[in-house]
């Protein structure tokens, strides 16, 4: 035979050798379609291939009989279909033969003070580079900056014992935790071994709801009973702060009411409160009355029905929980010297480091040992006013000469230094070089709305009223506040 033939028969050899495999594998595909029963879904039918043939390498094809093979050319292996029984047999000894199967592990730690997520993750033994890895992730979604002491993270891990016996092995699998009521934190392992963050934002419905009541024992106390909350309480508090001495004002009878936000969820567990849109206390003289209003420019105030803001240049009382122990006087018998003489402030007797407020916006002109003063802040203020403050314990951070500060900010704490008898704050308040009276100040008010934000604000009067008449008791089917997630928001 020449050299041609003996190509062209090998020709022939492989088209026929191509041909009867490509048989073959179409007589196993339809096998496969029959025993699923799903032959118009390509996608099911290639698993149900992957699932129902597997190779025999002793097995020849059914046509290499006919076929002559070269010397030394490797027999084909050939794929047989798999009854339903065993299919079964098969996948459910994949998921219960296991022989190292993994464990997980959930443990709660709780970030200590001055701690961070690093050191928190060391603590528990996670490998410093899967740690370095999950807290990048972390980064994408949270401000590790705004970490807070005593933040709950869960923590989990997977530990798997191998078969030979060998030490578990135990990997970090990832962490969770909620910063504050709305958000959770997730940072996950992936496929791939990477991790990945994600937020969750949960959604509550808004509510209005209102808070009345009369006085018996503390505003603070009969305001709970009637459905508020701490953050409510204090709210209100700084709202009346301008109108009402807390110290004195307040006496058992006196009438209250507010209405203000609350966010529940599906459940109707409140998750927390929102903004005072209304806030009333009838006592001594006429009842205030104030209405929450955001002007054009963004600015958000309280202001009277008939538009007057609540807040004041100054505040009646820089602190909060004291007794009013001695008033402004020009003759009053000095409790340490001994004889009669001008008294030109009103001091205030609570506990030692009570934090003591800024009456007003301004600048601190010293903050310093001032003779019998003791420790000693005096702010100017707008309209040539001035307040200062003594006997202090400390000074706050960041107060010195020439510091800016705002009211309501703490400025130091009520101590006893100086020519004083026990602890306690000695507040003055000077009007062009004049010391003045704080209790009985006619005080200029704050921002005062123009002709054209009149009817813009009394439209939004209107509109509170309606909400308020027609919201319900907020103590009315009462329902828990949802777990604080770490850091008991109300």
Same mark, same amino acid.
Request: include cysteine; charge should be negative; charged fraction near 25%.
């Given at each position: 035979?020449?050299? +041609? ?11 026929? &050798? ?42 020849? *094809? ?19 279909? &798999?009854? $339903?029984?065993? &299919? ?23 970030? @200590? ?7 928190? *993750? ?44 060998? $030490? ?8 969770? +935790? ?25 959604? +509550? ?81 006429? @009842? ?46 000095? @409790? ?58 400390? +000074? ?26 026990? $602890? ?30 009149? @009817? ?35």
């Amino acid at each position: 035979m020449s050299e +041609f033939d003996v190509t062209r028969a090998d020709t022939r050899r492989t088209r026929g &050798l191509v041909a009867l495999a490509s048989l073959t594998l179409s007589a196993g595909l339809l096998a496969a379609l029959m025993l699923t029963g799903e032959p118009s879904s390509e996608a099911a039918s290639g698993e149900a291939v992957s699932l129902a043939m597997v190779a025999s390498a002793d097995a020849p *094809l059914a046509s290499e009989a006919d076929v002559p093979l070269q010397d030394g050319a490797a027999a084909e292996p050939s794929l047989v279909a &798999l009854d $339903p029984a065993t &299919l079964l047999h098969v996948n459910d000894a994949a998921f219960t033969r296991c022989t190292s199967c993994p464990t997980r592990i959930q443990a709660e730690r709780t970030v @200590p003070r001055g701690g961070t997520m690093a050191g928190l *993750l060391d603590d528990a033994g996670v490998d410093r580079v899967e740690a370095a890895r999950a807290i990048a992730a972390l980064g994408t979604v949270f401000d590790l900056r705004y970490l807070r002491a005593g933040e709950r993270i869960n923590l989990y891990l997977e530990t798997e014992t191998p078969a030979d016996g060998s $030490p578990a092995v135990t990997r970090f699998e990832g962490l969770s +935790f909620r910063p504050d009521i709305e958000r959770s934190i997730t940072v996950a392992r992936t496929f791939d071994d990477s991790f990945r963050a994600r937020e969750t934002i949960a959604q +509550f419905d808004r509510e209005m709801v209102r808070a009345s009541g009369s006085i018996t024992a503390s505003l603070y106390v009969d305001a709970l009973a009637a459905g508020a909350t701490d953050r409510v309480v204090v709210e209100l508090a700084g709202v009346l702060a301008y109108a009402i001495d807390f110290q004195r004002s307040i006496q058992p009878g006196d009438d209250f009411d507010i209405l203000f936000e609350r966010f529940v969820d599906e459940e109707g567990n409140t998750a927390r409160t929102g903004d005072i849109l209304y806030a009333m206390y009838d006592g001594r003289g006429d @009842p205030k009355e104030f209405f929450r209003y955001e002007t054009e420019d963004g600015i958000v105030g309280y202001y009277s029905p008939e538009g007057a803001s609540a807040q004041r240049l100054l505040m009646l009382t820089p602190v909060n929980g004291a007794r009013l122990s001695s008033s402004f006087s020009r003759a009053r018998r000095h @409790p340490i010297l001994g004889y009669t003489r001008r008294h030109n402030g009103t001091d205030f007797a609570a506990p030692r480091g009570t934090p003591v407020m800024a009456a007003g916006n301004g600048i601190v002109e010293r903050a310093d040992r001032f003779g019998s003063f003791g420790n000693y802040v005096r702010i100017r203020h707008a309209n040539g006013y001035q307040t200062a403050y003594a006997h202090l314990n400390g +000074f706050a951070r960041g107060i010195r000469a020439g510091s800016r500060v705002t009211q309501g900010q703490v400025i130091a704490y009520v101590g006893t230094t100086g020519r004083s008898t026990g $602890p306690h704050l000695h507040y003055e308040v000077h009007h062009n070089g004049t010391a003045r009276n704080p209790m009985t100040l006619d005080l200029p008010t704050g921002r005062q709305l123009s002709e054209d934000e009149i @009817p813009l604000f009394e439209a939004e009067r209107d509109r509170i009223i309606a909400i308020r008449d027609a919201a319900r008791p907020a103590a009315e089917n009462e329902t828990p506040v949802v777990a604080d997630a770490g850091n008991g928001a109300q």
